[in-house]
């Protein structure tokens, strides 16, 4: 009967020195950890009404002439620097007569107020304002929408009395994108009726929408 002679006892150590050495690689290559860290900054999404220029002007022939008048680039005078002197070159107010006042005022970023006091049939106020993006993303803007009070009257004001509405219509479209440091302007067009009372004060809001450029949500108040 043949008999296997055994490993010396030096070359078994030997091995399981090795096996064990060849585990803790094993070990240590499965529970090593990889921590990758990163940091988004985000942007901030902000805009705001300006009001530019008022300008009052009774009904007539040369008064009209006067605010239909071209600039030599094109467009309407109001609202429009025709000689290049930085400044507005329509001031078409009745200068030291006590007769029909329009004023604009912003109650927050958003909503403005417009009041005619002491008006007459006939009479037009004209209104430039700006919205501006102020943020640091791209944004949509929406058409100025009416409000008397709280009623809603949508993309103009068209009573027996008063006739309100973006000039020319409609100031910019729903979802008209501004790109930071970027403006868009309106000018709003205020003409008192025939049937206007005597002695009364018109106030109206003007409220402009903002969105992020990526949504499609629209004014809350629209049904």
């Not at 006067?66 to 620097?81: A, E, R, V």
Request: proline share 5%; glycine share 10%.
């Amino acid at each position: 009967m043949l008999h296997r002679k055994g490993l010396p006892i030096g070359v078994i150590v030997a091995l399981l020195i090795l096996a064990l050495a060849t585990v803790g690689v094993g070990y240590g290559l499965w529970s090593q950890t990889l921590v990758i860290n990163g940091t988004v900054n985000t942007g901030n999404m902000d805009a705001g009404l300006s009001i530019e220029e008022i300008d009052e002007v009774a009904y007539d022939t040369l008064a009209m002439k006067s605010f239909n008048d071209i600039c030599p680039t094109g467009g309407y005078t109001i609202g429009q620097n025709c000689d290049g002197n930085d400044g507005w070159d329509d001031e078409m107010e009745a200068e030291g007569k006590h007769v029909a006042q329009c004023s604009a005022v912003l109650l927050d970023r958003y909503t403005m107020q417009v009041t005619v006091e002491n008006a007459y049939p006939y009479f037009n106020c004209f209104i430039r304002y700006n919205v501006a993006n102020t943020g640091t993303i791209p944004i949509h803007i929406y058409h100025p929408d009416y409000f008397i009070g709280d009623v809603y009257y949508g993309a103009g004001i068209n009573t027996n009395e008063l006739h309100v509405n973006a000039w020319p219509p409609p100031c910019y479209s729903d979802g008209t994108q501004l790109h930071p440091g970027g403006a868009a302007f309106c000018n709003l067009h205020v003409n008192l009726r025939q049937a206007a009372h005597e002695g009364a004060t018109y106030t109206f809001l003007v409220k402009i929408w903002t969105e992020q450029w990526n949504e499609v949500s629209g004014p809350p108040w629209r049904p």
